[in-house]
């Protein structure tokens, strides 16, 4: 079962999350419970929790810096965000943390329990990438130094997912410091040689997920770590590891910029994700690597909607259910799906839905 921690001030309102929560139907169990934010980063420490639902307004830390604190020292930690509906720049910070969910409260038990349901899907897909066939065990000095290791991979192994280059390298970096100090003592040949197999097979298991055969990519890469090499350090391996995965990803980019035919059920899931961003028609074509003119015909074809109004149609269609469903203000609701004038908002929700966006409220 994943373990789950509660960070908020009112007791009452950590007992209505306990009872909100589908705990066993999604096998989480609660492990803590915390007053503030002070407590609530200790707490994350010594117990080590795979989900946190916090509040943010609290006494001591707030919200806002704990999930600054969170973000930093505990960066594969999923969470959830609970505040009331005119805390904006809360909402704001939760965004930039990566929380999972922003819950206006009162909290709602579905939008709650799927929080917690994306959460613990994403920490399966986790635990599927850390768990690699050894031919012999990797050890380390002591399990808090393996779990760092598989951190370490998880966040590359994310980075790679986003074709980010300079994450990738960042992180690798970072991973050859860690290891550095176990050189001399743990890390001979043999040991260098299954750090390398463990991360030439998570890069083959993310190719093989591709649209392009693994073969096809493998051929056009430097020599893979095999049984009969030898390496000398951590900064030798790390560095193959790197070019490896560098390599990779550039040919990946190209394959997709170079692809002839264009998916446009993944263009419309782009800005389904993405509708509150500043996205246009321009950053869509050069994203997909196609021209304006063939996408905007393309799109127009299948959804017989324009790029532009499909994505008002989904602005719309959230701004809507914030007015209505969380009684958000008017100014936050334009800020939320996408709308930084707030005059051009209510201009194009009275054309869209033939009233202001106030009338809506009555």
């Keep these: 079962m994943y373990k789950v921690m509660i960070v908020d001030d009112e007791p009452w309102s950590r007992k209505v999350i306990k009872q909100l929560g589908e ?13 503030d934010g002070t407590q609530g980063l200790r707490m994350v420490a010594e117990l080590a929790p795979d989900i946190v639902v916090t509040d ?22 999923k969470i959830i965000v609970m505040s009331g509906y005119d805390d ?19 909290v709602n038990p579905e939008e709650l329990n799927a929080a917690l349901a994306q959460c613990v899907r994403e920490l399966q897909q986790a635990k599927q990438i850390s ?13 808090a130094s393996l779990d760092k290791y598989l951190e370490y991979r998880q966040l590359i192994y994310g980075y790679l997912l986003d074709l980010n280059a300079s994450g990738v390298i960042q992180t690798l970096r970072s991973l050859g410091a860690f290891m550095e100090p176990f050189q001399a003592e743990q890390f001979d040949g043999s040991m260098l040689n299954k750090i390398g197999h463990d991360f030439t097979f998570m890069l083959e298991e993310f190719v093989s997920t591709s649209e392009l055969a693994w073969n096809h990519i493998i051929a056009q890469l430097e020599q893979l770590p095999s049984d009969q090499m030898g390496w000398n350090s951590v900064t030798e391996i790390i560095g193959q590891i790197e070019r490896m995965y560098i390599q990779a990803i550039t040919l990946l980019l190209e ?45 127009k074809t299948f959804t017989g909607e324009t790029i532009t109004d499909y994505i008002h149609l989904k602005r719309m269609e959230k701004a809507k259910e914030l007015i209505v469903d969380h009684k958000l203000s008017i100014k936050h609701v334009a800020e939320m799906t996408g709308y930084p004038d707030l005059a051009y908002f209510y201009r194009v929700f009275k054309k869209h839905y033939g009233f202001a966006p106030g009338e809506l409220r009555k």
């Design 88 to 106: 904006f720049v809360y909402l704001k910070q939760a965004i930039r943390s990566q929380a999972k969910e922003y819950l206006l409260k009162p």
């Design 23 to 35: 705990w066993d139907k999604l096998q989480l169990t609660i492990i803590g419970e915390a007053e």
């Design 131 to 143: 768990e690699v066939s050894w031919k012999t065990p990797l050890v380390f000095g002591d399990a």
């Design 255 to 299: 394959a997709r910029k170079n692809r002839n035919k264009l998916d446009l059920r993944e263009v419309a899931a782009y800005i389904n994700r993405h509708y509150n961003e500043s996205i246009t028609l321009e950053s869509l074509a050069a994203y997909f690597y196609i021209s304006k003119e063939h996408l905007s015909r393309a799109f």
């Design 56 to 77: 943010m307004r609290m006494p001591g830390i707030d919200g806002v810096e704990l999930l600054k604190a969170l973000n930093d020292k505990h960066p594969l930690l």
